[in-house]
């Protein structure tokens, strides 16, 4: 990475039931398909689902993925189960400083499981391997179900703030941000 000293997380990581490896441009189809099939509870929390989701759309994604990469920006991640992809996460080079911000989504027959948050905790893991010193959650304040992730691996509530961009349709404009530090992880552990 370019900034803070951390350096380029590792392409793929493996979990309890899941993993999560750096998106391809051959994930174009299946990434379709995943987003296709859970776009109206995406809706509600990401913009870009709410016109739909077709092959430019993937395609301009995984390009995007392969620049962020490469310039330090994001490290995209599929999330995988079995053979299939069931969402997709990253670590974002966005907050400035040693810190590095994560998101993930999960199709809808896949949630309640514990993956969202075995999926933070890898991305966690990871920031910290690189080399933060902080990791940060930030989603929508209506969202209750990716509030539920930070809570449960330990993140401290920061602040509610007015969101930096539009948000989903279920949006009121406001964003919760929760802080890990990795002084507090490694005391814990």
């Keep these: ?24 441009s051959a994930d174009a189809t299946e990434l379709r398909r995943v987003v296709s099939d859970t776009i109206e509870t995406l809706k509600p929390w990401m913009p870009w689902a709410a016109n739909g989701y077709g092959p430019r759309e993937a395609a301009g994604f995984l390009a995007l993925t392969e620049r962020n990469w490469a310039q330090g920006v994001s490290f995209d991640y599929a999330i995988v189960a079995g053979d299939r ?67 449960r691996l330990g993140f401290a509530r920061l602040h509610r703030r007015a969101a930096q961009a539009a948000g989903g349709s279920a949006s009121n404009g406001y964003v ?8 507090s992880r490694e005391i814990g552990d």
């Design 1 to 24: 990475m370019h900034d803070g000293g951390m350096r380029t997380p590792r392409e793929e990581l493996t979990g309890d039931g899941i993993v999560l490896r750096r998106w391809s």
């Design 85 to 151: 992809i069931i969402g997709s996460c990253g670590l974002m080079n966005r907050i400035g400083g040693a810190g590095l911000e994560i998101g993930y989504w999960l199709h809808h027959d896949w949630r309640g499981r514990g993956l969202a948050t075995e999926t933070a905790a890898l991305l966690v893991d990871e920031a910290f391997r690189v080399g933060a010193e902080h990791v940060e959650i930030v989603h929508d304040e209506h969202n209750e179900r990716s509030g539920a992730v930070p809570r």
């Design 176 to 183: 919760v941000v929760w802080r890990l530090e990795r002084a």
